[in-house]
């Protein structure tokens, strides 16, 4: 099941890297009914000054709008995938240009997303690699 994991969120960020924010935005209800366990959990990188933990598929909506909120133009793009067992850890590019401040920024993320029956149940942000690695199991 591991390596369904593994290409369920290759397809994920397929997936997205062809939208633009808005048909991102639009496409969220649909995509998150489909994708997310009912009580998911969606955890933001713990080194954000404004990091939340959003649960339910209400709460992934609301973390997407807010975070798409701060730019012009965003995108991600999957660069690796890892078969964590229960979880699946993407390292991943993803650039944008913010609505303030016009600056265009690119900067790697780790996300840790684990599943159940299928679907996300948990998901983990992460800035830092070596957190990330720890949270995945790769690392003590």
């Not at 000054?49 to 793009?77: C, K, M, N, Q």
């Not at 229960?86 to 016009?102: C, I, K, Q």
């Not at 900067?107 to 599943?115: K, P």
């Amino acid at each position: 099941m591991s390596q369904e994991n593994v290409e369920f969120v290759k397809g994920l960020f397929a997936a997205a890297s062809g939208m633009d924010k808005e048909a991102l935005l639009s496409a969220l209800p649909e995509l998150i009914a489909q994708t997310c366990d009912p009580e998911i959990e969606w955890h933001e990188d713990p080194q954000r000054p404004d990091a939340r933990i959003y649960r339910g598929h209400d709460g992934v909506r609301e973390s997407f709008e807010r975070w798409l909120d701060e730019w012009d133009e965003y995108g991600t793009e999957g660069e690796r995938f890892i078969d964590c067992g229960d979880d699946v850890l993407a390292v991943a590019r993803e650039r944008g240009r913010g609505t303030r401040s016009g600056v265009t920024v690119s900067a790697r993320i780790f996300i840790v997303v684990t599943f159940r029956d299928g679907k996300v149940l948990r998901y983990r942000e992460f800035y830092d690699e070596e957190a990330a690695f720890k949270a995945a199991g790769l690392r003590e």
